[in-house]
């Protein structure tokens, strides 16, 4: 061989070796993608038409076969109540926040309570993702989970991804079983459920475990005030298939034994059992939702407006110089908001939300909710009669905001964010920004309280100090902190820059602060 190939043999092979180590090392140190990442799909399901024979046998094999996904829930949460007066109120406020002699972080500490509850879920994955209902798990500070014929009492949890509109939660077990897990559910589709429907619901009622019980589907579309989130209630499956506490999060199947909806509520009197008026969640809403739980972020949208929930009768139609009764009233437009700065005004019409008919105010909700915040969508509106067209950049829904925590109301002690750096936020409300006197325009959130030997204690964070950023980004509101917050993972260090009240100086301070997460 010539010097030359020689030398060009030994350059190539130089070459593939440096990319084959650089490769291992890259692997080594997580610098390349990798390729078992895990693609988060929507399950399949079974959309076609239901038939056939119901026999004797039909909801015995429906029992048979899915009992092994169905699993029982066992939360415990740690409270510690509070007076409002410990954060907001009294010549107590005065002292610790504006000079006073006792040091911020050395109140009292409130005896603590436990509270245990039980809940249903059903496994929807085998990597040990489980779903159930978010009221299930909301606030708890343990989670275990009891499997079908499992020799183990229960296995650990953590909850991966909550969504309070359709009141749905994702879990994960954090422990498996030797064996793993073998079954998971069958998803059907609730839009073909019709009243008189046969349905099956299998949960925890009362504890008592893996209870099968069976009944039809009463009504669709029923909106159950004071499930999920108020004012964005979500149309709920009826039936007289026996629920009761400790079914919330179980399925509904129907006869092929598939998942047509999570078992959520039960109406009832005051003996807290059920009197055959039971809801469920229809599984659309909430499979459509499943690979944003995956992630641990729902991400809805908003325009910024107020709908009758009241169908347009005839007489309305013509008044409002209709085609027919079909759109959605706009009674109210947040000022600064998507649909203000769109043009719309209290009083239209929305006959069209991007290019789709409004059928009514229900179907515009449901329709802005699922449109990706940052979207510029046409309208068609009537106004006073005369169609008009107009353009709207969907806004990002927070929930926090919009369900009362904004300003102008006081958080109750119970309603106070959790952060995960042994502190408690607040929303800024109108009330806490006339005693804190903070400057105009200043957004974030309030921290509440500081607990002794904590990450927030170690890096010097003070009740009454308003978070402004976190890890250099603005913070528009409590929600965006914890957010932020809660993406910091345990042994790393988040930077906050807060507001602070000068402590008998009168001077104010903007003071950044690192703290290291537990």
């Not at 039980?118 to 009221?135: C, M, P, Q, R």
């Not at 325009?303 to 009233?329: C, D, H, M, Y």
């Amino acid at each position: 061989m010539s010097t030359k190939k020689t030398t060009l043999f030994y350059t190539v092979l130089i070459v593939i070796a440096s990319i084959a180590v650089g490769m291992v090392i890259a692997s080594r140190l997580d610098l390349s993608p990798s390729s078992s990442a895990q693609t988060v799909t929507l399950p399949p399901a079974n959309s076609a038409p239901l038939g056939g024979p119901i026999d004797a046998a039909t909801f015995r094999n429906i029992a048979k076969s899915q009992s092994p996904v169905v699993v029982n829930i066992q939360t415990e949460a740690r409270r510690r109540t509070r007076e409002l007066t410990e954060f907001f109120g009294g010549d107590d406020f005065i002292e610790r926040f504006f000079g006073g002699q006792q040091p911020p972080n050395s109140r009292r500490r409130q005896p603590e309570q436990y509270t245990q509850g039980a809940g249903t879920g059903f496994i929807v994955d085998k990597d040990g993702y489980i779903l159930t209902n978010n009221h299930v798990v909301e606030g708890a500070d343990t989670i275990r989970v009891a499997l079908y014929g499992s020799r183990v009492d229960s296995y650990p949890a953590k909850v991966v991804g909550r969504d309070p509109i359709t009141d749905s939660a994702l879990i994960q077990l954090t422990e498996m079983p030797k064996e793993g897990l073998k079954e998971v559910a069958k998803f059907g589709d609730s839009d073909q459920l019709q009243p008189g429907d046969w349905v099956m619901a299998i949960g925890n009622p009362f504890g008592l475990s893996h209870t099968v019980t069976v009944g039809v589907v009463s009504a669709l579309g029923r909106q159950l005030i004071g499930s999920g989130v108020g004012g964005r209630e979500q149309p709920m499956i009826q039936t007289d298939a026996a629920i009761n506490p400790g079914n919330s999060g179980g399925p509904m199947l129907n006869v092929r034994g598939e998942v047509v909806g999570i078992n959520t509520a039960i109406f009832t009197d005051q003996r807290s059992a059920n009197i055959g008026i039971g809801f469920a969640t229809p599984i659309n809403l909430v499979r459509e939702l499943l690979p944003q739980l995956r992630t641990g972020k729902i991400t809805r949208g908003r325009i910024g407006v107020q709908v009758s929930r009241r169908p347009l009768t005839e007489s309305e139609a013509k008044a409002f110089a209709l085609p027919n009764r079909a759109g959605a009233v706009i009674t109210s437009v947040t000022k600064g908001a998507a649909a203000d700065r769109g043009g719309l005004k209290p009083g239209d019409v929305v006959g069209e939300y991007n290019g789709k008919a409004v059928k009514d105010s229900d179907d515009l909700v449901n329709m802005v909710v699922r449109t990706k915040p940052g979207t510029t969508v046409p309208l068609k509106v009537y106004r006073q009669g005369k169609p008009l067209s107009l353009n709207v950049t969907v806004e990002e829904l927070d929930l926090v905001e919009e369900q009362g925590l904004q300003a102008g109301e006081e958080p109750e002690a119970e309603e106070s964010i959790e952060t995960g750096f042994g502190m408690e936020l607040a929303p800024i409300s109108a009330e806490a920004s006339r005693r804190l006197q903070l400057p105009a325009g200043i957004s974030g959130a309030i921290v509440t309280t500081v607990e002794r030997g904590s990450g927030a204690e170690a890096g010097g964070v003070l009740p009454g100090d308003v978070i402004t950023q976190v890890n250099n980004k603005p913070v528009a509101n409590a929600a965006d902190v914890r957010r932020e917050l809660q993406a910091v993972r345990s042994g790393e260090t988040a930077f906050l820059l807060v507001w602070r009240r000068g402590r008998g100086t009168g001077t104010d301070q903007e003071i950044f602060l690192t703290l290291t997460k537990p």
